[in-house]
Every structure is written in structure tokens, then in C-alpha cells.
């Protein structure tokens, strides 16, 4: 079912994974050409930044990927673009000592998207009449 809170969550996963695909491809490709240029031998540094980049660009493409049907409200989309910005953190948050500014960053706005996609899963649209009643002992009507 199509709701605001749903539009919003789907809208805020599309500018987290946008962001997150354009950053991790530039961080890719940045990587990979210096290593090319300078001859860098292939050890755990190259590997590490590569996959950095690799999994930014995968946790962008997730969130991209079900951002149409998590507005249209449907459950298997919402635990995509969750996975897809836990993901995200779980790479970018280690990375706040070394790059605060950029990490940082993700970090808030991908905080912000699982705070979006709680509030609109599917199945957690309640009225305020509801609400109302469940923190007043009545019965809503």
C-alpha cells in the first residue's frame, strides 16, 4: 500500500543509494587507476580498498534496486534497502577515524534511511486514533 511515510522512506533510499553508488565507483575507479599507473603490487592494502568501494557501490545499488517497491509498500523490498544501508554502515562507520567528513556523512544519512524505512515497514502504518488509545487504556473506534 502506497503511504506518504512509504514515499518518503523510498525517496531518501533512492539519494542514500545514489550517493553511495557514486562515491563507492569513484573510490573504485580512483583506486584501481592509481594502482595501474604506479604499478602497485597486489597485496591486503589494494584488496581492502577495492572491496571498500565494491561494497559501497553493491549497498547503493541495493537501496536503488527496491526503492520503487518500497513506496509501493511491499515487504521484500523494505528488507532489501534495509540490508542495502546496513551494509553501508557496516562499511562506512569503521571508516569515521580516517575519513571523518565522508564517513561521517554516510553515516548520519544512513541512520536517517533505517530510521525512514522503521517508521514506514510494512505492516507499522497504525492510525493516531490507535495510538492514541494504546497510551490511554481505550479502545480505539
Not at 13 to 21: E, H, M, Q, T, Y
Not at 64 to 80: D, E, M, N, Q, Y
Amino acid at each position: 500500500m502506497r503511504t506518504p511515510l512509504s514515499e518518503a522512506a523510498a525517496g531518501m533510499s533512492v539519494f542514500v543509494g545514489l550517493l553511495s553508488s557514486v562515491q563507492g565507483g569513484a573510490h573504485l575507479l580512483s583506486v584501481i587507476g592509481v594502482a595501474l599507473t604506479r604499478g602497485y603490487a597486489y597485496n591486503f592494502r589494494l584488496t581492502s580498498l577495492v572491496l571498500i568501494g565494491a561494497l559501497m557501490v553493491l549497498a547503493g545499488v541495493l537501496c536503488l534496486a527496491s526503492a520503487r517497491a518500497v513506496a509501493a509498500g511491499r515487504r521484500s523490498a523494505w528488507w532489501t534497502s534495509a540490508r542495502g544501508t546496513l551494509l553501508l554502515l557496516l562499511v562506512v562507520v569503521p571508516l569515521i577515524p580516517i575519513q571523518t567528513e565522508m564517513a561521517s556523512g554516510l553515516t548520519i544519512l544512513g541512520v536517517v534511511n533505517l530510521a525512514f524505512l522503521y517508521r514506514a515497514r510494512p505492516g507499522a502504518a497504525r492510525s493516531p486514533e490507535a495510538d492514541r488509545s494504546r497510551w490511554s487504556g481505550q479502545d480505539a473506534v
